[in-house]
């Protein structure tokens, strides 16, 4: 089974404070992506990696930054954290380049962060 | 600016009838059109999927008819269940980049 794991589930920071989410997958995929997800506005695409190193801006992408450094590991950073930022964070990850025709995106447990 | 656009946010059907969710994508390029059905508590998991080059697909209770010249796709639940309660996302994609964008989400309620 494919399994996404997202490092936290509920998490409690301050305003003003730097936030780590982690995300690792074990399928070797090489697309990774951080969702949002707040009530009526759906899941909101932050960041997308399409390989190791590589990142591609998705449609909320300020106030936030993403580091892939090794193809399982995607993590979002929250420089200083705001209130509008409390949400929840959903991480998935599927083939790309690779051709590969099964598109299933897998996606975590999701992290809901309350910014105080 | 939204690219795919979902209706209604939110429905409640009795047991045994059709659930029906809309939506309308943008991006003529979009070439992959899941669904995604989420629990509370739980990410998001693939419901069913189609290609543009075909009308309909169907598995089991669930079916998506796609619209290719109106640019649009709806999900069908037949004999809705209220195991069937949860929030249902439609979501487009191109296949050479597996990028997905999602709609806003739709809450069904089937009550028994």
């Known amino acids: 089974d494919v399994k996404v794991t997202q490092s936290s589930r509920y998490l409690v920071k301050r305003t003003g404070e730097k936030v780590f989410l982690e995300c690792v997958q074990d399928?070797?995929?090489?697309?990774m992506f951080w969702y949002r997800q707040d009530p009526g506005l759906g899941l909101r695409l932050i960041y997308f990696?399409?390989?190791?190193?590589?990142?591609e801006k998705g449609d909320i992408p300020e106030g936030y930054s993403v580091s892939r450094e090794k193809k399982e590991r995607f993590s979002l950073i929250l420089e200083s954290a705001s209130t509008n930022q409390t949400s929840m964070y959903l991480c998935?990850?599927?083939?790309?380049?690779?051709?590969?025709?099964?598109?299933?995106?897998?996606f975590g447990q999701g992290t809901r962060l309350t910014v105080v | 600016q939204q690219q795919v656009k979902q209706s209604p946010q939110s429905l409640i059907v009795q047991k045994g009838g059709i659930s029906i969710i809309n939506c309308a994508y943008e991006?003529?390029?979009?070439?992959?059109f899941p669904w995604y059905q989420q629990f509370p508590g739980k990410g998001p998991a693939l419901l069913i999927a189609?290609?543009?080059?075909?009308s309909e697909k169907k598995e089991g209770r669930f079916t998506i008819s796609f619209n290719k010249s109106a640019k649009q796709f709806s999900l069908h639940i037949m004999d809705s269940q209220p195991g069937d309660s949860a929030t249902y996302f439609c979501?487009?994609?191109?296949?050479?980049?597996?990028?997905?964008?999602f709609g806003t989400g739709t809450l069904l309620a089937v009550q028994p």
């Open positions: 990696s399409y390989d190791v190193k590589m990142k």
């Open positions: 189609i290609r543009p080059d075909v």
């Open positions: 998935a990850s599927s083939w790309g380049y690779s051709g590969k025709r099964n598109t299933e995106a897998f």
């Open positions: 979501a487009a994609s191109l296949s050479a980049t597996n990028k997905l964008i």
């Open positions: 399928m070797d995929h090489e697309n």
């Open positions: 991006n003529t390029a979009f070439d992959y």
